[in-house]
């Protein structure tokens, strides 16, 4: 086991990272930017180093200074969290060179899934059902309609290096794809520094449901079950559960398998998240492959009894997984709730200081939160301030505890999203757990 782990990353996993970590009896090493000189993982950490300005670019994705840091700390392995450097090739690859273990797979893996029409190839010679789609990079906006009307309207326009709804976009005709080929090109440019586009067909009314597995390096691999992550705003998660409650059990046991064979085929290592789409008809359709750890991970620990962290951990310092999947059993019902600092009507981001911060507690409650009452939330970083994780013996009892923390959740001086959560949760389609993708879309009152 390792004893000493840099931490590259921030907020709320940062602590996640930090908390099991500890119980472990693992130092920890933080890094921090100028705009986190007062953040909650820099003040819980064995050992902390100031990594530059708070623009990303000059901190958290300073490849060169991490790696600095980490062999100047004494640090044996880096583990990325989620976001930033997490699914970076790049940085994967340099941690082996400086003989560093990368808590993650091997970056030969990332740099293949993270390639979404790679991805789609890779999974298609699993024999895993992928969406109809191009399967090479779009050259331009007019051989991007042209394969629009051989594949028929609506679809998704997304970048091949995209992440968090970055690149994406759903568009019903000529024009609109027209207009959005170009416009999300440039975004992808600027975020991932890679403009290819490709298309899919849009799965109308789909549910959004993913697979954790968890790899050795000895050829052990299990699934943790499902997560449902139907609920999304601008194509971004904002409220996930386990298990899922549109799957039957043969459905459920089938997505397992299918995911472990693909995952297999790929040689795959430590964590990992199949993401699908379900259909209504109950048809399976790869969506992604996430080379990390998920922000929704909490609802699979929940619901399992693992943790997925100190299980990344275990597994880089080369154990094997201490389980098989006949011992992998779910229990209960999790829901997480993220909650954002923005507009709960626009989804704009509401930077400010927190001038009051009044959470609720209880038995089943679970709260990732990386701030504090006089906290400042900067324009700089995703506008993410916590999760709040409620778990019960059935979905209704979780409904009910996460309508009950919600009701006493009191965040002053910044807007966050707490009123949209609310309304969703409360919503008869939520409750009936008959909502998909469109839901936000088709139900959410914007005012």
Known sequence: MFKRILIANRGEIALRILRTCKRLGIETVAIFSEADKEALHVKEADYIYYIGPSKVSESYLNIRKIIEVAKESGAEAIHPGYGLLSENAEFARRCKEEEIVFIGPEAELIELMGNKVAARKAMQAADFPIIQGTDKPLANAEEAIRAAENMGYPVMLKASAGGGGIGMQLVSNDEELSKAFETNQKRAEMFFGNGEMFLEKAIENARHIEIQLLADQFGGMVHLWDRDCSIQRRNQKVVEEAPSPFLSETLREEMGKMAVKAASSLQYTNAGTM???????????????????????????????????????????????????????????????????????????????????????ARNFRHECAVEKGSIVTPFYDPMIAKLIVSGRTRREAIDHLLEALSVYQVDGIKTNIPMLKEVISHKSFQAGTFTTSFIRNHYKKG
Request: a negative charge; aromatic letters at 10%.
């Open 275 to 361: 993401e699908c789409l379900v259909d209504e008809h109950d048809n399976i359709y790869f969506l992604e492959m996430n080379t990390r750890l998920q922000v929704e991970h909490p609802v699979t620990e929940e619901i399992t009894g693992i943790d997925l962290v100190e299980w990344q951990v275990r597994i880089a310092s080369g154990e094997r997984l201490g389980f098989r999947q006949e011992d992998i059993k779910k229990e209960g019902h999790a829901i997480e709730v993220r909650i954002y600092a923005e507009d709960p009507k626009t989804f704009y981001p509401s930077p400010g200081t927190i001038k009051e911060l009044n959470l609720p507690f």
